[in-house]
């Protein structure tokens, strides 16, 4: 392992990795694509999603995020200012 430095305060370390062929072909065919300058940028930010994955929202909040938004669709719902004057809350 090597270790570079770029422009910023982060230090950039070389690593060596075997893939299949494969999935090296499809890495090729797709960094400039997604717009990447280089096919190193692209695996770093897979790299990142894959050590900070997003979160997930269970079924249950899914299911309600639907409901609310079928209830808006009725008009069922009211803006945030209007509650807050319904409820005599000041800002």
């Known amino acids: 392992m090597s270790t570079d430095t770029n422009t910023g305060d982060d230090r ?3 690593i060596n990795v075997r893939v299949p062929e494969s999935l090296l072909s499809r890495i090729d065919e797709e960094w400039e694509r ?3 300058s ?3 940028e692209a695996i770093r930010d897979a790299l990142r999603d894959w050590a900070n994955p997003a979160v997930q929202l269970s079924e249950e909040t899914l299911a309600d995020l639907e409901e609310s ?3 808006a669709e009725r ?3 009211v803006s945030a ?3 807050r004057e319904r409820l005599g809350l000041d800002d």
């Open 69 to 71: 938004r079928k209830q």
């Open 75 to 77: 008009g069922e719902t």
């Open 34 to 36: 997604r717009g990447y």
């Open 81 to 83: 200012e209007e509650a």
């Open 38 to 40: 280089s096919k190193s």
């Open 12 to 14: 950039m370390e070389k």
